[in-house]
């Protein structure tokens, strides 16, 4: 390739990632719940990120190490696992800046040095082999990388970096541009698709002999001073000399040329003497001094810069080659800190200016000593010339730093407002942070601050404003789905309609028939566990009951032997024909049939069956394989007859199982269970083995009938529960129901968790028609899906106005308030429990569930749900099949419990009274229990088996991968075996032959021989609990292998049991279809297939259609075609003459003859009609559907309910495939349909994002994996995988991972569900919000003790003294600003847009930023209408308030380096414009006044800094504390600054930060005090314009602005590049904010027409019309 090819090449890949920026996805890197997943860093982006960083000046290499250990420390503390890869061929992009070679090596040196992370150096570049074979073992989840280099050779590297990683399938996440909270890291993710010889002897000689001079070793920093000052120093010697020679050549004068000379190498020197100075201070200062160092602002000289490029190129060489040094003590603890190119500034600068200007200030003792010592060390290692005295350090007069008017930055004189709290008289305050408040500095009542609070009266008067007026909250304002008082009757049939669709959509998800509830007087819990005893004699009414009982029993056994006589031929002829499907038809008839006897007379007649066939066979097939299904159905039978049967068994009975076992070769078996020799006597010993299974009994049983065998259930019923005999477990749950305690519960996804809850529901249903129960499910899907269940369970006879079940939800609601079980999202409940006129209602509440509570630790929402925790005052159960650490959960709980039960009692006992009367009639009063249980339950009903899909030759095949297949010995010796890594019989029984093969002399070998296992050992029917007993023992002795010397042969194990690597060549999208129809031949649907992103979940569904489709066309013959024709032509005849014929009997009077005329025609339609359809039928292999599932009526009315929707036709045409697809941008009709179809068995391939994970019912009998991403993670592969195989229906689920890396399912086998950590709890308005319900509440003590509930008890301050402390200090921040921005008063009490602020919650701080604009009168210059009295706004307006709008509402950042793109955009403008000029200002204004508030709350927090803590390096430790140099007046001169640095980091003074910088617009988080442990994001500011840490803006997409203008989602796709149904949410979002805006201002606005009021109505109608019509 020649030069332009080579740049032609470079155009185009940077073109290619340009077009892929915009699609990035702003997302968690630590996803939900804190995953920690591995993945690796670019160590070039990262110092290229960090190096731009805006407070760090160049040179100051201390303070560069602090903000990256800043970094990998925040990476770390959120969990993250990654290794820092540097590339050799990356070196040469840096040659253009030498400085910064010696920094990259340093850097690279500490961190394998001093900290504990994986570097990894060897790779030479992105195309190396050894590279490739890294990442096909390590297999990260992605590979952080810049988008933009220091120059534009780095950022090609980085580009060519980007792209190879999508070409071996790695993600890739841009370093630019990420923000980070308390537990996560958000960032933008993009998802796949040597020198000169002479020069080196010199510098080994230099080293060579510094070993000699300092024979007992050193310290880096020491070395690196005194070789690179003598190598440059010789460098530069040669240099000079080399240029003499061509001087020389040219006959100049001589002894210039050389005085010349002379004078340039003192100079250099000179410098070097400095260099050495500035190192010794460095050795000996403490951080803590250093700190206080006055900042330089001159730049160096231009003539020596050619030197300092040299003595860095010197650096690098010697730190590239420090290995030289090896057994040599070399201290190599402070490469972090080698040289201090600002401190050498300082020093310079004294002696240039201010020495020569007559200061003489001594060095002290000890530093004078040190210099010394360097400067003779350089001296003797120079050795070739001489390089004069350390003293005087100058000898020249040349000037080292460019002369400047104000050459020292003055902090002093940088103005810190006035620091103090404003006084407050508040109750609540008081006793939340009364402890800290003694200490803190109050402003006097005079001060200025506090006297200028904000009048909001005079703004009210103004424009007929009452901004203080409660607003409606956000349950008034939700759509009401029926109102509940209209008596109009179409109304009424639509209310009827409704629950018809909700009791048939609930009795899709369970055949439960509902229940009747009526109220009962409560009665004391009776003790259910203990039996009664009998009585000594029954009364005569009970003998009575007892003959009836018995008489109804005897004619119902009649009845079913009946039903079995009538269709025993057909059966047993059928079993004579083809054995398996007639066992299918026998076990159909024995689910229905209840008695036992006639059970166990079927079981007989199959036995007898099976025996007969299974002779037949042995008999026909002489030496040939055996079919053992029949074997395994004869034991299935035995295993039934023995174990639900054992008390009907007659002698006969047991001869003939004796007799089955003896045929199947089990003659120990055989003996235990009929010891006589009766059994095989008509047939001879040696014929036997014809018979014989060839194997023993317990291998046969574990691996052909693992999913068969029998599961422990308990035999005796619970009074409690009709439909089922409910578990140990459920017993217990319902034990806690019963004592009204609280429990958290973890057990897998479908094993029957959910069943405490209905049973909670009965109870408080029972109890009275006043109990509420409230039901929190996380997804809106959810909520539908429990609403329907509980309209399907209950019903009940309630006084007029009330109703059974509600829903709330952000979209609608109804019979919220008036209903006795509420079903809600989290957002929803907590507005009701925050509202203060809601409080009577919030008391009626008896139980609370959080279903899926595993949210706690997620990122949406996540501190909500840890809200409602902590503020019902009722019992709750908290549901989840995924937490790790479910002890710390409820630890938490008890703690908060233990909190109510204290104010329950200081309550005391005149609540109670009062309580008993406000609850209506409630007569009983439960006991309160504060206790909080732990239910685990950790088995599956059906064991999961994992297979791996692989292409070859255009076709897939499947290999079973056995789950030890994930583990390596490191992993079993460090965490043991996962609790959750359980095996099938079949692969416990592979893993005892794996480990029998590959350790000859196992010594336990016999012991654990399956046939010789003590749990298996002689027993006709083994359980399920035997084989994992059993398997237990076997993952025991493994893990022992590994620890007593054996883990080599346990290595060999496990890697005999993974699959050959078998990642998918070959089109993996193509081949989707054909995957889909191996399953159906493998009767492996119905499946879900998880995908994880939204568009390719719709396109893999059409893709399978299409291939139907076409397979239907190429069956289709030529002439049904033409037939279909035709048809369709008579029918258009026989049509015209049906309406010809209405016409003419209309006009004449009845004719008879016409009549048959007209009878005939209509006949002849329906025939045509009926043979179209024949013809144009799908036939049965070209469609998924299951046509008997349901009927065509049923179908319809399924149907009927998306005919309006978006992608209704869409939809409706892929069902009657059996195809659909689910996610989470669908209407939650559409949803609907395909979850019903799917479960009803008619749809049977179904598409899916990760909402189908959360909780949604939808059992199947296989999941597949068809995508990877960075989503699917530990968490989300259990929620989805627990989908596969139906209770009940399947006894065996099958997981398929298809297009996914062996070691990424590995990961995802063997990695822990991540552990739940706490958010950052509170924000401003959530103060706001909860000051709203302290002082308005209508029972003001319940609602501080809320209040206070919320404020004392987040899950992150648990056992965390010093976050309680900080989270104390942000409140007293809030409730600062708040006062001054004129929402509350001294008093704690609300005013001003107090309500408005805290009504748009949703959206911090932008609704601060809205409230202050129309404070402002901003909207009021805005919204002008086209001419004077009229109530229109032109377009232009209207736009510009959709563009203030958008600024605040609607941000979504682009990647800055979008904005270089030469992209076309055909509809969208894309990158939004800034606020209007005048809106801009008003924006600075509030900015800069909130971040002066932040700044003095910061700087009064900074007491609380662990100080010892701050003057260490965070990942490190590396410490810089120490006693401070007092007897050098040289150190105190440059060391003076100690005002304005309080609240900053030393680290960070070290670059000449302070504390005005605070105050600064976008200051780095890691400029403040670390362990305050509060940053800069929990500042309430909206900055307008946005930088990444490279210092370029982020543009923000205008997809709200562009909508408006265009009304198209193909154009937000096409140009804004987002997602459909991601762009159709969040113009829903946009609209719905508007709505609320504009609702809100008229409740607060008298005027009728105050125009700012019509304005945002007309927006709001404008843009929920044009949102309608896509």
Known sequence: MGLEEHMMFLEKMSQLIMSALPKAKHSSLFNDFVESEFFLIDGDSLLATCICEKSLKQGQQLHFFYVIECYLMDLISKGGQFAIVFFKDAEYAYFSFPELLPLRTAFILHLQHNTTIDVQTEFSGCLSQGWKSFIEDSYPYYLMVADEGLNHLQTHLFNFLIIQSWAIKVNVVLSSGQTSNILRLYAYLMPSMYTNQTFFKEACETISLLKQLWPEGSDIRRVLCVTSCSLSLRMYHHFLENRNKTIFDQNTDIQEVESNCLNMMQEMEDLCKLHCLSVVFLLHLPLSQRACARFITSHWAKNIQTFLKMKKWCEYFILSNINIFEFWNLNLIHLCDLSDELLLKNIAFYYENENVEGLHLNLGDVIMKDYEHLWNTVSKLVRKFSVGKPFPLRTTKLSFLEKSPSPIKDTSKENIPNLGFIPMSCELVDKFVGDILKDLPFLKSDDPVVTSLVKQKEFDELVHWHSHRPLSDDYDRTKCQFDEKSRDPRFLRSVQKYHVFQRFYGSSLESVSPKVVVTQAVKPKSNFSVPKNKKAHETKAEIITRENKKRLLAKEEQKEEKKWNAVSFSIEEEMKENLISGIKNLEDFLKSCKSNSVKFRVEMVALTACLK??????????????????????????????????????????????????????????SSLYPTQVVGDDIKEKKMDKYSVGMGPVRFQLQYMGHYLIRDERKDPDPRVQDFIPDTWQRELLDVVDNNESAVIVAPTSSGKTYASYYCMEKVLKESNEGVVVYVAPTKALVNQVAATVQ???????????????????????????????????????????????????????????????????????????????????????????ISNPEHLTEWLQSVKRYWKQEDNTMGKNRNAGYCASSHKYQFRMKESYKVRLVLYGERYNDLEKH??????????????????????????????????????????????????????????????????????????????????????????????????????????????????????????????????????????????????????????????????????????????????????????????????????????????????????????????????????????????????????????????????????????????????????????????????????????????????????????????????????????????????????DLMGDVYFFDIPLPKIGKLIKSNVPELRGQFPLSITLVLRLMLLASKGDDPEDAKAKVLSVLKHSLLSFKQPRVTEMLKLYFLFSLQFLMKQGYLDQEGKLMGFAGLVSHLHYHEPSNLVFVSFLVKGLFRNLCQPTRKGSKDFSQDVMEKLVLVLANLFGRRLLPAKFQDTTLKFYQSKVFLEDLPEDFNDALHEYNMNVTKDFASFLLSVSKLADMKQEYQLPLSKINFTGKECEDSQLVSHLMNCKEGRVAISPFACLSGNSDGDLFQPNTPNHVILRTIGINHTQAPVLWSKIFDNQGRRMPLNAYALDFYKHGSLTGLVQDNRMNEGTAYELLKDFALTIRSISVSLRELCENEDDNVVLAFEQLSETFFEKLNQV
């Open 613 to 670: 066939a299974w002779k037949e066979q042995c008999r026909g097939k002489g030496e040939s394989t055996k079919d053992l299904s029949i074997a395994v159905q004869m034991m299935k039978r035995i295993h039934s007859l023995m174990e639900r049967y054992p008390e009907l068994l007659q002698e006969a009975d047991q001869q003939l199982i004796a007799r089955c076992l003896k045929y199947l070769g089990f003659d120990e078996l055989t």
């Open 792 to 882: 399907s369970r209950f019903t009940k006879n309630l006084p007029n106005g009330e109703a059974l079940c509600g829903v709330f939800t952000r979209d609608y609601r109804h019979d919220a308030l008036n209903c006795q079980v509420l079903i809600t999202v989290p957002a929803c409940f907590e507005i009701l429990l925050l509202s203060p006129h809601r409080q009577a209602w919030v008391k009626r509440i008896r139980y609370v569930i959080f279903d899926e509570v595993h949210c706690l630790g997620g990122e949406i929402g996540a501190e909500v749900w840890e809200h409602l925790l902590v503020m019902i005052r009722c019992p709750f159960l908290a549901l989840s099949a995924t």
């Open 948 to 1289: 791996i899909c692989s292409i070859t030759h255009d076709d897939i095949y499947f290999d079973h991968f056995h789950p030890c297949a994930a583990l390596t010995t490191d992993h079993i010796e460090k965490y043991g075996f996962p609790s959750d890594l359980t095996l099938s019989p079949r692969e416990t029984i592979q893993l005892y032959d794996t480990m029998f093969q590959f350790w000859e002399s196992w010594p336990r070998a016999q012991e654990l021989d399956p046939e010789k296992s003590i749990h298996c050992k002689n027993k006709i029917v083994i359980k399920k609990l035997d084989a994992r007993k059993y398997e237990e023992s076997l993952k025991a002795e493994l893990t022992s292998w590994i620890k007593n010397g054996h883990a080599e042969e346990a290595k060999m194990v496990l890697r005999n049991l993974s699959p050959d690597s078998v990642f998918s060549s070959g089109n993996t999208v193509k081949m989707f279809p054909l995957l889909v129809e191996k399953l159906r031949k493998m009767e492996k649907l119905p499946a879900l297939f998880f995908l994880f992103n939204l568009g390719d979940v719709e396109e893999r569904a059409l893709s399978v259609r299409t291939s139907l489709e076409q397979k239907q066309a190429e069956k289709r013959s030529l002439k049904a075609d033409k037939e279909a024709h035709d048809v369709t032509n008579k029918l258009r005849k026989v049509k015209k003459s049906i309406e010809k014929q209405k016409t003419i009997d209309e006009k004449s009077q009845k004719n008879p003859r016409k009549m048959d005329q007209r009878l005939i025609h209509e006949a002849e339609h329906t025939n045509l009609l009926r043979t179209l359809e024949k013809n144009l039928e799908i036939p049965q292999e070209c469609t998924y559907a299951n046509q008997k599932a349901i009927d065509t009526e049923t179908l319809q009315m399924v149907f009927d309910r998306v005919k309006f929707t978006r992608k209704g036709e869409e939809l409706k045409a892929l069902a009657r495939r059996g195809i659909g697809y689910h996610h989470s941008s669908l209407n939650f009709k559409e949803k609907q349909l395909v979850e019903i179809l799917f479960r009803k068995g008619f749809i049977r391939v179904v598409t899916a994002t990760g909402t189908l994970a959360l909780g949604i019912n939808m059992p199947c009998k296989s999941v597949v994996f068809a995508q990877n991403s960075v989503y699917l993670d530990a968490l989300n592969y259990r929620q989805m995988s627990g989908r596969a195989g139906r209770r009940g229906q």
